[in-house]
């Protein structure tokens, strides 16, 4: 094996920590090109009008509840009686919570109070992004997570 010297503890602590960076680099790389870390784009704007907008939603009293069936993505609001609702306007992102490569923005049709878009969704981890509005334009939104069984 031969005799341990300076240069060769050099060598292996320049090694060692060459990889250690090369790794660092790599993933940060990859972090920042497939996660965009936005949840709104101005948080301070968005917070000036929180709580008035919390206080709007929670009046109309609705429950939303969500479920992929194999093909179709299905979607069912709610009110305080447990009646379904239906909503003036909707839209909705479908995607990954760790980047936003796999975004779908689907199609719902509405069929007895239950919304379904037709869509294919691979196993693991997803998450719906929903703003709807109310018949007087209140706006309802929800981030909704959901897994797929592989």
Not at 78 to 84: A, N
Not at 97 to 116: A, C, H, N, Q
């Amino acid at each position: 094996m031969g005799e341990l010297t300076g240069r060769k503890v050099l060598l292996i602590t320049v090694g060692a920590f060459g990889v250690i960076i090369g790794v660092n680099v790599f993933m940060a790389a990859k972090a920042i090109g497939t996660f965009p870390g936005l949840e709104v784009k101005n948080s301070y704007v968005a917070s000036q009008t929180f709580d008035e907008d919390r206080a709007a939603q929670e009046s109309l009293g609705w429950t939303l509840t969500a479920a992929y069936e194999p093909g179709r993505l299905r979607l069912e609001f709610r009110d305080s009686e447990g009646l379904p609702v239906e909503v003036a306007s909707m839209k909705a992102t479908v995607g990954r919570p760790t980047m936003s490569v796999d975004d779908i923005t689907p199609d719902f049709r509405e069929l007895s109070g239950i919304y379904y878009a037709p869509m294919d969704l691979a196993p693991g981890k997803w998450m719906v992004l929903l703003e709807a509005y109310a018949d007087d334009g209140t706006r309802f939104h929800q981030r909704i997570d959901l897994f797929v069984r592989g």
